[in-house]
C-alpha cells in the first residue's frame, strides 16, 4: 500500500505519533509526500508545518527527535500511525505528550489495580479493606500469601477445574502487585528485566 497524499487536496495526511514502547499517542502531525520520504530516509519524524508552510524535523530545535522504529496505513491509505522512541518530551511545553500525560506503560487494568493498592498502602492506618490490613501485618504476612496462593495455583493446575484455577491464578497476581509495592517496587519494574532478557 502506498499513502495517499491526493485525497485531501492539500497533499498532506494525519500523522498520528505514538510511542513504539508505551503504545501512548504522544501528539499528531502532518506530512506531505516530501516529509514522508525524509522521515523514512533520515529515522527523524519530520512534518509539513502548516504555520510555517515548511517542513519540519520533530527536535530541530529542542533536540527532542522522533527517531522513526516503524509505520502503518489505515485502511483508505490516508493516515499514518508513526510509531516512534521519544528523545525527551515530546509536547512544546515540555510534557511527555501533547495531551499534557506522562508517557508511562501502562498495563490496562492491572495498572488501575496497582493505582488502588497504593493507595490503600498510603492510607492503611485506620483502614479496614484487606490490603491496608496486609500492609500493617507487614511484609512477612505479605510473602507468606503470595507462597499460599501460589501452592494453590500448583494443586489446581493439577485438576480439571478451570474455574478454580483461574480464580486462585488472580488471586496470586493480585497478592504479587501487593508484594512488589510492599518492597517498593511495580509491574513495570519486572517487565522492564524480562525485557531486557528478550533483546540479549
Known sequence: MTVNFDKNNDGLVPAIIQDANTKNVLMLGYMNETAFEKTIAS???TFFSRTKNRLWTKGEESGNFLHLIDYKLDCDSDALLISVK????????GTDTCWAENNTSS???LSKLENVIEQRKNSAEGNTSYVASLFEKGINKIAQKVGEEAVEVVIEAKDSNDDLFLNESA??????????QAKGYQLQDVVSILEQRHSK
Request: proline fraction near 8%.
Open 107 to 109: 498495563y490496562g487494568f
Open 171 to 180: 488471586d496470586l497476581l493480585f497478592h504479587y502487585l501487593i508484594l512488589l
Open 86 to 93: 521519544p528523545e525527551g518530551p515530546t509536547c512544546h511545553k
Open 43 to 45: 529515522k527523524k519524524v
